[in-house]
């Protein structure tokens, strides 16, 4: 059974036009794939799936599959509005050599989306999936919680294997861990509370600042593992600035930008979402560079 375990990039998709930049994804992968990360996520919220369409979803599953075999395990987001559709994608995602899929909740019905419809929409998905399922929560851009006795609950399914929470809740994580049961994996959804969630039993993080220090971000978890704990408590200082940045403060565009900012292709977003605007790329900039790590993240 695959292990949820370490630090995963849920990895940005390149556009060019509007459309997705195959060659400039390319490009990108090879800087992730010989990082320390522990593999990657595709189309993750990083991804931009939802403006994706079902067939951009298959291609895209497909060309990363192919290009981390034999280097990073892969976890493919599938969530969908509906389940068969969710059910859909997890077997395209198998076809195309995923080791795991990460599903987020359902969410434009969200007055429906009681822990009893979300149980049964996880359940019926992990019964038929063919591989491995990571709740997704990610109240922020869904509207849904998942809360820590759903998630404890579903724990108890064997295809459900762990939950990416990127809700920041440090109590509802905490009693996750503490009441699910054994190798049910707990992952911290913002480098912001990696630190935090790692003390509390969490076994690593999907992290958007990832995408761009993916070694810093990989080894926080290395140094916590090794009982450096200073270290590892320093090294989240000095990270939490550039997270919020890529995440809160300036989101999908903010995190392209700093990509650009390191070496990478960021490119624009896809509409209806907009670039940064410059002065705000000039604040990014600076946020970056008080890392520390900047300098030598250029390539």
């Given at each position: 059974?695959?292990?949820?375990?370490?630090?995963?990039?849920?990895?940005?998709?390149?556009?060019?036009?509007?459309?997705?930049?195959?060659?400039?994804?390319?490009?990108?992968?090879?800087?992730?794939?010989?990082?320390?990360?522990?593999?990657?996520?595709?189309?993750?919220?990083?991804?931009?799936?939802?403006?994706?369409?079902?067939?951009?979803?298959?291609?895209?599953?497909?060309?990363?599959?192919?290009?981390?075999?034999?280097?990073?395990?892969?976890?493919?987001?599938?969530?969908?509005e509906s389940t068969s559709e969710t059910m859909r994608l997890n077997k395209k995602a198998a076809e195309a050599g995923a080791d795991a899929v990460l599903v987020v909740t359902p969410n434009y019905y969200k007055g429906e989306m009681t822990d009893p419809v979300l149980a049964r929409f996880y359940t019926d998905v992990a019964d038929a999936s063919p591989l491995p399922v990571i709740l997704y929560n990610m109240p922020r851009n869904a509207g849904i919680n998942i809360s820590a006795k759903l998630a404890v609950e579903l724990a108890k399914h064997p295809n459900i294997i762990g939950i990416k929470d990127s809700g920041g809740n440090i109590v509802q994580i905490a009693d996750m861990i503490r009441k699910a049961p054994d190798g049910f994996s707990v992952f911290a959804g913002s480098a912001s509370f990696l630190f935090t969630s790692l003390a509390l039993g969490a076994t690593g993080g999907t992290l958007a600042l990832a995408n761009v220090f993916p070694n810093e971000c990989a080894r926080l978890q290395t140094l916590f593992d090794a009982g450096k704990i200073r270290e590892a408590r320093d090294l989240q200082m000095n990270l939490i600035d550039s997270n919020n940045a890529v995440t809160a403060r300036w989101g999908i565009p903010g995190l392209k930008a700093a990509m650009e900012m390191i070496g990478l292709y960021g490119g624009d977003p896809r509409p209806p979402l907009m670039p940064l605007k410059e002065a705000d790329r000039e604040e990014l900039r600076k946020v970056l560079t008080q890392t520390g790590f900047f300098p030598k993240a250029k390539r």
């Open positions: 059974m695959f292990k949820l375990h370490g630090i995963y990039a849920p990895i940005a998709t390149p556009f060019v036009g509007g459309e997705i930049a195959y060659d400039k994804l390319e490009k990108n992968l090879d800087f992730w794939l010989g990082s320390d990360l522990e593999g990657i996520v595709v189309m993750g919220s990083n991804g931009e799936f939802v403006l994706l369409s079902p067939a951009e979803k298959e291609e895209l599953m497909r060309f990363v599959c192919a290009r981390a075999k034999g280097k990073k395990p892969v976890i493919a987001g599938t969530g969908a």
